[in-house]
């Protein structure tokens, strides 16, 4: 049987999803497969990634993704929302394209306001959010 796909989910794929990928990828890659998308793809958000690279994780192979990449093409395991946005214009009816689906709300750090040091300490709350958030279900379903 081969790895568990799962794809996060988000409007933009330009922070949460992408931090939520590299995260579970970095943690569990050789158990998963992971991916990210958006419907309205913006590119990655500099705060992810520089955030991300303060634990390690280098975003230089991923890219924002629109979901349209994925529809017809790949069967996932995990559809994981992470924004109140992406749950409500993605119906499960309409878009098929996971046998389960959960949502992980978490605040869109994008949003913060302020100088680049308050932006960062809000991308980090996030990372660390998601980060603990995936400890737990890889605990609760995975050990």
Not at 24 to 33: K, P, V, W
Not at 57 to 80: A, C, N, P, T, V
Request: aromatic share 10%; net charge neutral.
């Amino acid at each position: 049987m081969g790895k568990i796909k799962i794809l996060f989910f988000c409007i933009g794929n330009s922070a949460r999803s992408q931090m939520a990928e590299a995260l579970l990828r970095t943690s569990a890659g050789d158990r998963f497969e992971v991916y990210s998308a958006g419907i309205e793809p913006k590119g990655i958000n500099p705060y992810a990634k520089q955030v991300l690279a303060e634990v390690g994780i280098d975003l230089s192979g991923q890219y924002s993704k629109s979901i349209h990449e994925y529809m017809g093409r790949i069967r996932f395991d995990y559809l994981i929302t992470l924004c109140g946005d992406a749950d409500e214009k993605c119906p499960a009816a309409a878009f098929p394209v996971a046998s389960q689906r959960m949502h992980w709300p978490f605040e869109d750090p994008a949003t913060c306001q302020g100088s680049d040091e308050e932006k960062l300490v809000k991308f980090r709350q996030v990372r660390d959010q998601i980060d603990q958030t995936i400890s737990a279900w890889l605990k609760r379903h995975y050990s």
